[in-house]
């Protein structure tokens, strides 16, 4: 990142509250110190969700494109640079763009407390509100309900994926209760695509959606995405589409492919555009076979593989994912934050990897140590080592398994930072 943006960022930084507190209040106020960019964007597709809501958004993004539209997309958190979290009508923001939307957040804040979150939330609603688009996606953040980018008072759609156990801290610890708080982007006669539910999340979301007034496009319910004879096929009331398969690795990618299907034909896209939704959206860092790079020439001959999920669902897709895969000794370099459900993250992996190798994530305040996630690896039946970084932990592995797959994974401030020293 180039100094200008990062020096404001950083003193954007020093204005967190020392709690968290989740409350819309200080992002409406500098919205409204900013004349309320909110109501000046174009139509608003709002996507939340446990997992999935980013590759449903990478999959929504090159349906609209291949279809003429113009896109913005705002996303987080960034993996190797901050620009990566606002897409201005399809290129990623400026430096100088992004250095002018952030200092006029800043100074139109003053010094009242606000979240890093929500100030560089505002300044991606604020970007968003000066250039011309057709669409514009939102990822919220954390949960919904109080979430940053929750403040669009009549969206075009919103969209719901798979909802599980994640940030408890603030959400609440039963499935219920984290319903409850996705549901929160659910807007009075707004449309809502809903991926596939536990019984519990699926009861919350009708319940809430019944009471203002919303209509769901619900997965079982309203439409049906299946794969046969390697083709992906999904259902609705208005036909069947034969499809190819998601580019994007992993069974679970083909629930996510039919909510984004599901939401392309509700905004009348054609069956071209639903194709483009699956053959062309890139989405790092989720399960990404490196191909090049620094680190990838460190590992060869083995394969390069990384993954930022972090959550036990996500550790459930990431095995059956490996599973699928061709047959070849699998072996984990992993660092995670202290904040998350290791041992929830880790058991399904154990059934998969040969090995573990832990590492702590570099500049990162909240990293679990090495040795903590290498015992936790250790509980649930894993061989597990530690390395002092990734790069030694390549070399190490190879040397004893040169025919590996490697897979580094466990946040995606691990990723970020992998793919910033891959180059």
Known sequence: MTAGSDAILARMMALHPKVIDLTLDRVWALLE?????????????HLAGTNGKGSTQA????????????????????????????????ALISEDTLTVILDRCYTANGPDPITYFEITTVA?????????????????????????????????????????????????????????????????????????QHGESMDVIE??????????????????????????????????????????????????AGAAIAALRYLRRDEDACEAALTRPYWPARMEHLKSGKLVDMAKPAELWLDGGHNPAAGRALAATLKAQPPRP??????????????????????????????????ELNTLPAQTTAAEALKVGMPAKTAANVGSAIAKIVTDTPNARILICGSLYLAGHVMRENG
């Open 33 to 45: 110190k900013l004349d309320n960019p909110q109501d000046k964007l174009p139509p608003v597709i």
């Open 59 to 90: 999959m929504i993004r090159a349906g609209l494109e291949q279809s003429g539209a113009s896109v913005h997309a705002y996303t987080s958190p960034h993996l190797a640079r901050f620009h990566e979290r606002i897409r201005l009508a399809g």
């Open 207 to 256: 319940a809430i959606a019944a009471r203002i007034g919303a209509p769901l496009l619900a997965f079982g319910q309203h439409w049906h995405v299946s794969v046969e004879r390697d083709r992906l096929i999904f259902q609705d009331d208005n036909g069947l589409l034969d499809l190819p398969l998601p580019a994007l690795p992993g069974a679970h990618q083909i629930q996510n």
């Open 330 to 363: 699998t072996h984990l370099i992993c660092g995670m934050l202290n904040t998350k459900d290791i041992s929830g993250y880790l058991q399904p992996l154990a059934e998969v990897a040969q090995s573990l190798t832990a590492v702590s994530i570099p500049d």
């Open 124 to 196: 991606g609603l604020l970007a968003f509100a000066q250039t011309p688009a057709d669409f514009t996606l939102l990822e919220v953040g954390l949960g919904g309900r109080l979430d940053a980018t929750n403040v669009i008072g009549t969206p075009a759609i919103t969209i719901i994926t798979p909802i599980d156990l994640d940030h408890q801290q603030f959400l609440g610890d039963t499935l219920t209760a984290i319903a409850g708080e996705k549901a929160g982007i659910i807007k009075r006669g707004v449309p809502c695509v809903v991926g596939p």
